[in-house]
């Protein structure tokens, strides 16, 4: 618990309590709308990110050979990420007879309910038993809330990308290994978790790296039991994907997907502080609150035995849970600075920083009570800014990325894909299998992999010179962002002498060979 400042008087106690219903209606507000958005997202029958296509079409090829197969002929298809959000969509689809993107995007925002449900758990643990019932609802609510509220969330929500369903089974991997602390045995479904958030997508690590160091300090038995369950069931699971895919498995997930480094990547991190100031100010209150003095008492322990008796004693080993996984996903923001990264690469970290606001709002409610706590003004203070900030920032994707085009145009690339007797090209992949065909090849990846020893563009640059596809379709055209570093300057030049003719529909350029093409 926060260090008692005194009571608090009546004025701050009424600036408290004015301040957590101001963004109490910010939240209900944004919330409201975010569902709104949601359920008109899921319904909409094209693409929201450029990702969505390539996990379509890898769900495609999830059980056949192809999957995590060879890339060097053509076509060829990398698989980003290990299958269990693919596996669980095509099960829904199956179940229920659902469109696959559809179906990607409501397990998505699923997953999202899910991880700002257990992000909210954890925090409640965090702030003890020992705290009032009032406040630790509301330090839970805000950090679910303020998690759901972050700007890569509502950049990320709801796409048919494996995201949120990896933080889900990762935040409940957290708080059940928060519940072994006192009842060991659960540390077995903590494993479990955390396993098949590493199955979702192989980064998830911080949550666990976190996890089982406290419980080695604290209950270094259970840690073991833990660590053994989760490395029997992740080398099992690993075993059976390199049998059943030839080794491409773990060719694909962890050697095609080394992206070269790229500073530029760094300022998605300026980004973020300026999006999610308020949060991050509060965050950075709880730490000084509640973190520091737990590190001082960590670093002042006599002998290990006193420190877990007194960890034990105060119930702070979930938070110290806590301190280590935003710790780890602070290191971890240095994998943004490589090429292809996105907002996605901070997720983790804003929840982690969401969490340890949602512990600082609890102090807030604290004050409204009339108990005292240090920096009272500091606290109430962030707490209306944040209010004013999230009803400024964008409550979705839609609102912060320029609009989606109209349908019509949309149908009408769909139908010339549909009727094209030859493959397609396209970076909007989502409407190549709206038209029936299959996605051959994706430009972004294989651009990065040009010239590795895995992987060699030329024969696809001669398919090119063929022209033996109808037609590419990609965002803007040579000189723009998008265009040169979905395709090397060989496969420019290939397209600009064999698909000379540019012509923009649906918000895309399509590249179309000759009027008279020679064959």
């Known amino acids: 618990m926060a260090a008692d400042g005194g009571p608090a008087s009546a004025g701050v106690r009424w600036a408290a309590r004015i301040a957590l219903a101001l963004l109490g209606a910010v939240f209900a507000w944004r919330l409201a709308y975010q569902i709104g958005y949601c359920w008109w997202a899921i319904h909409y029958p094209y693409e929201l990110d450029y990702g969505e296509g390539i996990v379509w079409q890898q769900l495609r090829l ?15 298809i990398v698989f980003h990420y290990p299958p ?16 696959p993107l559809a179906t990607g995007r409501a397990l998505a925002a699923a997953g999202l309910a899910a991880a700002a ?3 909210g758990l954890a925090v409640s643990r965090a702030l003890g038993s020992g705290s009032p019932r009032s406040d630790r609802r509301v330090g839970a609510g805000a950090a679910a809330l303020i998690l759901c509220g972050t700007s890569p969330v509502i950049f990320w929500l709801p ?46 690590i911080a949550a666990p790296a976190a996890a089982f160091a406290v419980l080695l300090l604290m209950r270094p038995r259970t840690a073991v039991a833990g660590i053994a369950t989760a490395l029997l069931l992740g080398v099992a699971a690993l075993g059976l994907l390199e049998w059943s895919t030839a080794g491409g498995f773990a060719r694909h997930v962890f050697l095609y997907n080394l992206n070269r480094f790229d500073p530029a990547g760094l300022w998605l991190i300026r980004d973020g502080l300026r999006d999610n100031g308020l949060a991050i100010a509060l965050a950075m209150l709880a730490l000084r609150l509640r973190g520091w003095p737990l590190l001082k008492e960590l670093g002042g322990a006599r002998s290990l035995a006193a420190l877990r008796t007194r960890l034990a004693a105060d119930g702070r080993g979930p938070l110290l849970i806590l301190l280590g996984h935003l710790t780890v996903t602070t290191l971890m923001l240095a994998m943004i600075a490589k090429s292809g990264a996105s907002q996605n690469y901070l997720i983790e970290w804003m929840s982690a920083v969401a969490m340890f606001a949602g512990l600082a709002l609890a102090d807030v409610a604290r004050i409204a009570r009339g108990n005292g706590v240090p920096a009272p003004a500091l606290l109430i203070a962030a707490t209306a800014l944040l209010a004013l900030q999230l009803a400024a920032f964008g409550k979705s994707r839609g609102e912060l990325l320029p609009p989606v085009p109209p349908r019509a145009e949309s149908a009408r690339l769909v139908a010339m894909i549909r009727a094209a007797g030859r493959p397609v090209i396209s970076d909007n992949m989502v409407i190549v299998l709206r ?68 012509r923009g529909l649906a918000g895309l350029t399509l590249h179309l060979p000759p009027a008279d093409p020679a064959r």
């Open 62 to 76: 999830l059980f056949t050979a192809r999957a995590y197969g060879p890339i060097t002929g053509f076509p060829a």
């Open 84 to 99: 269990l959000y693919h596996a669980l969509t095509a099960a829904l689809c199956a179940l229920f007879g659902s469109d």
């Open 117 to 119: 449900i257990f992000a």
């Open 435 to 502: 038209a029936g065909k299959e996605v051959l090849w994706e430009p972004a990846i294989f651009a990065e992999l040009d010239g590795s020893r895995y992987f060699s563009a030329e024969p696809f640059v001669a398919k090119i010179r063929h022209r033996d596809f109808a037609f590419f379709v990609t965002f803007g055209r040579r000189g723009d962002a998008p265009f040169d570093a979905r395709y090397t300057p060989a496969m420019a030049q290939a397209m600009d002498r064999a698909y000379p003719r540019l």
């Open 159 to 204: 796409v048919m990308r494996v995201d949120m369903l990896a933080l889900a089974l990762s935040f409940s991997g957290l708080w059940l290994a928060m519940l072994a602390l006192e009842r060991p045995a659960l540390v077995h479904g903590a494993a479990l978790a955390f396993v098949l958030a590493l199955f979702t997508k192989q980064t998830m």
